[in-house]
C-alpha cells in the first residue's frame, strides 16, 4: 500500500470546484422551489418514489436507500409526510416484521400539483442550460459515480 496521493491537477480541481460550487447551488434552487409550496426537496423525492413504485408502496429500508436517507432520517421525513396526510406506515404485505411507506390520494394529488413546480425548476435551472447531448453526458458520469459508490442502478 503506498502512501502517495494523486493530487487533482489544476484543471482537475476546478472542474471539482465548479461541480461541488454547481451541486450547491443547484440542490438549494430546486429546494427553494419547493419550500414556496410547503415542501422541501428530499421530501418531494420521497413522494415521487412512491409514485412510481406498484401499488404507491414501498418498504422504508428500500426507500430510505433509494433517496440516499439514513433510515432515521426518512422516518422523521416521514412523519412529517404522515401529518399532512400524504403517507401512511403500513405493516410490509410480505412478512408484516417490516414497515412500507404508502402514497395516499391526498399525497398522489398534491404529488400532482408539486411535479409542475419542481420539473420546471429543475428545467430552469439544470436542463435548459446544457445542449441535450451535454445533458446525456452528465447523467452517464453520475450513472458511473452511483455505480461506483454501490448505488446499484437508478430507477
Known amino acids: ?14 472542474s471539482w470546484r465548479a461541480f461541488l460550487r454547481g451541486h450547491r447551488m443547484l440542490a438549494e434552487a430546486l429546494d427553494e422551489a419547493l419550500l414556496v409550496h410547503g415542501i ?3 421530501e418531494y423525492e420521497i413522494l415521487s ?24 432520517r426518512l422516518t422523521h421525513t416521514a412523519t412529517r409526510l404522515e401529518r399532512l396526510g400524504w403517507v401512511e406506515r403500513h405493516s410490509c404485505l410480505e412478512d408484516r416484521r417490516g414497515v412500507e ?13 408539486l411535479s409542475r413546480v419542481h420539473v420546471t425548476s429543475v ?3 439544470l ?7 451535454e445533458f446525456a453526458v452528465l ?11 454501490g448505488g446499484g442502478t437508478e430507477r
Open 1 to 14: 500500500m503506498t502512501d502517495e496521493v494523486r493530487w487533482l491537477s489544476e484543471d482537475e480541481q476546478r
Open 40 to 42: 422541501r426537496l428530499s
Open 49 to 72: 418514489m412512491l409514485s412510481e413504485a406498484a401499488g404507491g408502496r414501498l418498504r422504508m429500508s428500500v426507500l430510505a436507500d433509494m433517496v440516499v436517507q439514513s433510515r432515521s
Open 101 to 113: 411507506l404508502v402514497l395516499t390520494d391526498a399525497g398522489r394529488e398534491a404529488l400532482e400539483n
Open 123 to 125: 428545467r430552469e435551472s
Open 127 to 133: 436542463v435548459d442550460q446544457m445542449t441535450p447531448e
Open 139 to 149: 447523467g452517464q458520469a453520475m450513472a458511473k459515480v452511483v455505480a461506483a459508490l
